[in-house]
């Protein structure tokens, strides 16, 4: 009985109190992930680009988190969404995030502007490289655009060949930070090089490398003038003068290394703006079809050339990444801002994984560790914790506290 007496009272108070020895409350993972976005950023941005008016009870941050819910759950629609953030509504309330109906989300890309939803990329590619702001000498950039299919509802405005609907994500991407520092929406139909010579950025002293997709002199020479280097291929119809001729170490794919001059005049008695000497350098591929690569730098040896050009694949995988585990192949909208809406919101998601990734330290990559954090978004679960079922290896966690008192005799 004295037993019994004593193992009341000292149990009686934990459960009627919640004090120190209450376990503490975890946040989901999801609710981690969004730790990392700058949300001054996005409060700060003028009305005009939030666009919350008429919407007072679904703001830009609500918005915004819905459509990087969408693009980590790979859901079907607007449906889904609704369906999966009212189910967490509690959880996602402490963030100041509003569930909403699908109506109200469709609405939303409707009309919301896409630019307080960009301006947030250029703050997180600050967390990705805290030392961006240095100058941008060696930095290599590669330029590119890949063809994306909105449906037949957006044919009024991505409109492609043969009557085909498509539209065209143009994009600038930092290969050794691995993430997009430039992208822009088209048709189509648009030419790469319209994008590049009208709204690309070009960063002083950076080198870049691009395909045929952007044969223009004038750009070429921009790009020489504002002392970057660049690596593009030659057309095999360009008439070219060679000047002289560099040798070539012993057992190489590369054929000839050619100091040349560009044709002085182009169609329609045009001058060429970029009339300085360049340099063609040949390579032979594995499959036999030889590649004529033009770049302005004269110094670096030939090698160094030819796998600058190799790396251009890297931007061909980050749009296969991209597409395939981001899902940018089913759109919740048809007009092009809500496709651009979308679209930011994919490169924000990206970004956003990118950063949890380097946090977690882990090995794995990226597609594996998206993989574990899709099925654990909404869970309470340490990083740590998932990081080691990610990599199958026993993480030892110490105990929480226990909830009653132990007898000591």
């Not at 899709?374 to 226990?402: A, D, K, N, W, Y």
Request: proline share 6%; glycine share 4%.
């Amino acid at each position: 009985m004295a037993l019994i007496l004593l193992r009341k009272q000292r149990v009686s108070p934990t459960l009627g109190s919640q004090g120190n020895n209450a376990m503490p409350v975890q946040a989901t993972l999801f609710s981690r992930l969004l730790q990392h976005l700058p949300w001054g950023v996005l409060d700060r941005a003028p009305a005009r680009q939030r666009r919350d008016k008429g919407h007072r009870t679904f703001d830009a941050r609500s918005h915004l988190v819905a459509l990087i819910a969408g693009h980590l759950l790979e859901v079907h629609g607007l449906r889904d969404i609704e369906a999966v953030l009212a189910a967490h509504a509690p959880a996602l309330k402490r963030r100041r995030i509003e569930p909403a109906c699908r109506s109200t989300l469709a609405d939303a890309n409707r009309v919301r502007p896409p630019a307080a939803f960009e301006a947030l990329i250029p703050a997180l590619l600050a967390q990705l490289s805290p030392t961006r702001a240095r100058r941008a000498k060696d930095e290599l950039r590669l330029v590119d655009a890949t063809l994306i299919h909105p449906g037949a509802g957006a044919a009024r405005w991505a409109q492609f060949q043969d009557g085909k609907v498509a539209a065209k994500v143009h994009v600038v991407f930092d290969p050794k930070a691995q993430v997009p520092t430039f992208y822009e929406l088209t048709s189509g139909n648009t030419n790469d090089i319209t994008v590049a010579k009208s709204k690309m950025p070009i960063e002083a002293g950076a080198t870049y490398v691009f395909d045929l997709g952007y044969y223009d002199f004038g750009f070429w020479a921009e790009l020489d003038d504002k002392g970057c280097r660049f690596v593009t291929r030659l057309k095999k119809n360009t008439p070219v003068t060679i000047v002289s001729e560099r040798s070539l170490p012993a057992e190489t794919p590369l054929v000839a290394d050619q100091v040349v001059q560009l044709p002085n005049r182009l169609a329609r008695s045009r001058k060429n703006p970029f009339g300085k000497e360049g340099r063609m350098v040949t390579v032979t591929l594995d499959t036999g079809k030889r590649l004529k690569l033009f770049t302005n730098d004269l110094d670096s040896p030939a090698e160094v050339i030819a796998d600058l050009y190799k790396t251009r694949w890297q931007i061909e995988l980050f749009f296969r990444w991209i597409k395939q585990n981001l899902k940018i192949r089913r759109f919740y909208g048809r007009s092009a801002n809500a496709v651009r809406l979308q679209i930011a919101a994919a490169i924000i998601t990206y970004l956003l994984l990118k950063l949890l990734h380097n946090a977690a330290k882990t090995k794995k990559t990226a597609a594996r560790f998206l993989a574990g954090v899709r099925h654990t978004l909404f869970h309470r679960i340490e990083l740590e914790t998932l990081v080691g079922r990610i990599e199958r290896r026993h993480v030892c966690l110490s105990p929480p506290p226990s909830p009653q008192f132990e007898l000591t005799f």
